[in-house]
């Protein structure tokens, strides 16, 4: 049945035909239908995982790749033979006869072994010094300053020590001397990164760090690696500039932003 208005409020003659919506043409303050306001979408939250379509960042990327390989020759350092471990080290020693035959090869293979061990303290001080300076300048950029240390510092130590077997002041077996590991890169990322940090944090950094460097000097154990891990110090400061400068030039990361509706 038809709708039609009430018979109390009849039609005014000029009312014109219904329209087939239920109310008159010509009749003010009829009710009209709410307008329908779809509800707004809320969107998920990112999903992370293996079904999503995206890769979790890793933060330091050089840093814990680089330690997974330090822990693998930790422990195959650990659990060979002997006999065999030693044969390793001697191939990867940066000694001055292995410089002068390959130089680049055994700079490289000297830095994939911990000297004492996974367990050593330059263990922790590399993953929390690289992993501060990474978060900064980059992974690319701790790498070259880590670098630059471990070379400059084994040249500056090991080229003397060719020098005195040359002018008879060493024996031959100077030339031969084992020599390998990560504490001068470690060093050059302590000196780098005191010069990011703010004074009343890295001064005390350095001070602490290089005290302690040169009790080991004192101790007359090993003055050469003793030397080394100064020269590698004084290279990371003498770096500040440049790392300085990654710092600012380094952009952070944007600030998420939610999804507009629709």
């Known amino acids: 049945m038809e709708r039609t208005a009430s018979p109390t409020s009849p039609p005014p003659p000029d009312a014109g035909p219904s329209d087939g919506s239920g109310f008159l043409d010509g009749i003010p303050a009829q009710r009209t239908p709410p307008c329908a306001t779809p509800a707004p979408r809320t969107s998920p ?9 995206r890769r979790i960042p890793v ?6 790749g680089y330690a997974a390989v330090l822990a693998v020759t930790s422990y195959l ?15 990867s020693s940066t000694d001055v006869a292995h410089l002068a035959q390959s130089p680049a090869t055994v700079l490289a293979a000297s830095a994939l072994w911990v000297a ?30 880590f670098l630059l240390g471990h070379i400059l510092a084994t040249l500056a130590t090991e ?12 024996p031959d077996s100077s030339l031969h001397r084992l020599d390998y590991g990560i504490s001068f890169g470690v060093a050059a990322c302590v000196g780098a990164l005191a010069g990011l940090l703010r004074p009343w ?5 350095l001070a602490a760090f290089g005290a302690m460097l040169l009790q080991d000097l004192l101790a007359f154990t090993d003055p050469m690696t003793g030397w080394g891990h100064l020269l590698a ?7 500040r500039p440049w790392v300085r400068r990654w710092d600012l030039a380094r952009p952070t990361p944007a600030a998420p932003v939610a999804p507009a509706g629709p």
């Open 45 to 53: 939250g990112p999903r992370l995982g293996p079904r999503s379509g």
């Open 116 to 145: 004492g061990g996974f367990a050593s303290p330059f263990t922790l001080a590399f993953l929390v010094v690289l992993t501060a300076l990474e978060r900064r300048v980059g992974g690319a950029r701790t790498a070259v300053v």
């Open 77 to 91: 350092a650990e659990h060979l033979d002997p006999a065999l471990v030693h044969v390793l080290l001697q191939g």
């Open 201 to 205: 944090l890295g001064l005390p950094l």
């Open 59 to 64: 933060p330091v990327p050089f840093t814990l």
């Open 159 to 170: 080229v003397p020590v060719g020098l005195a077997v040359l002018a008879g002041r060493l």
């Open 233 to 239: 110090l004084a290279t990371g400061v003498a770096l």
